[in-house]
């Protein structure tokens, strides 16, 4: 049973419009969250995290917001460019029980900006 | 600073055979993870290490797979014999402790098993 869950497997946005990429969970234990942002025949980048302190954090163009009481967390890029085209993974972790930080992912979210 | 970096970048093989797959962290990471994704499905943790000791190996798919890292920097990821389901892309990564759990990947090896 699937832990983290991105629903969309495709998203296509213009150039300049804002992309959301949304992500649901269903661990309550989760308290870190992390995007990673994947181009083909590389690793996946480290992108922007959360703690489940919070609701909100922001890097630049990029922003997440964390809604706990819905088990649910989206990522959105501002304006969105052509580069910002790649595999998205939403992921999870739970630092301080048994897995302690390993990470859970999404089966991923593939964004195309079109110009 | 040099990322996490990981050899081969593909290799294939016969069931049967035997394969070792090497990763180098990032210099002062002391965690060093391993994840598979088999192809369609999600990115899967299969152990960690802090040092030289491992932490958590309950992603292990089975015997066939042991993985080392000896003095707490490389590691390799052996799988002994393959068979045909453990193909796919091997990732590694590595993180230092303390600094909220991100963690960096190498590029990946790309195991094909025929």
């Known amino acids: 049973d699937q832990q983290v869950k991105q629903n969309s497997p495709s998203l296509s946005v213009q150039e300049g419009r804002i992309s959301i990429l949304n992500c649901d969970y269903t661990?309550?234990?989760?308290?870190?969250f992390l995007w990673y942002k994947k181009y083909p025949a590389e690793g996946p980048t480290f992108l922007i995290s959360i703690s489940s302190i919070k609701d909100k954090n922001e890097d630049g163009r990029f922003t997440v917001f964390l809604n706990k009481s819905a088990k649910h967390l989206s990522l959105h890029i501002v304006p969105s460019q052509p580069g910002d085209s790649a595999v998205y993974f939403c992921?999870?972790?739970?630092?301080?029980?048994?897995?302690?930080?390993?990470?859970?992912f999404g089966k991923g979210t593939k964004l195309s900006v079109k110009p | 600073e040099a990322g996490v970096t990981q050899f081969p970048s593909h290799s294939v093989i016969e069931k049967g055979q035997t394969v070792t797959l090497r990763c180098d962290p990032i210099s002062g990471h002391d965690n060093l993870y391993w994840y598979r994704r088999v192809m369609g499905k999600e990115i899967k943790f299969l152990l960690h290490f802090v040092k030289e000791s491992k932490q958590d190996e309950s992603g292990m798919p089975n015997n066939r797979f042991l993985a080392e890292r000896t003095g707490g920097t490389y590691s390799t990821l052996k799988v002994q014999p393959a068979e045909l389901e453990d193909s796919g892309v091997y990732f590694c990564?590595?993180?230092?402790?303390?600094?909220?759990?991100?963690?960096?990947f190498g590029p990946g090896t790309r195991l094909t098993v025929t």
């Open positions: 992921a999870a972790s739970d630092r301080y029980g048994g897995s302690q930080g390993n990470l859970i």
């Open positions: 990564a590595s993180a230092q402790q303390g600094l909220g759990y991100e963690q960096y």
């Open positions: 661990n309550s234990m989760f308290d870190y």
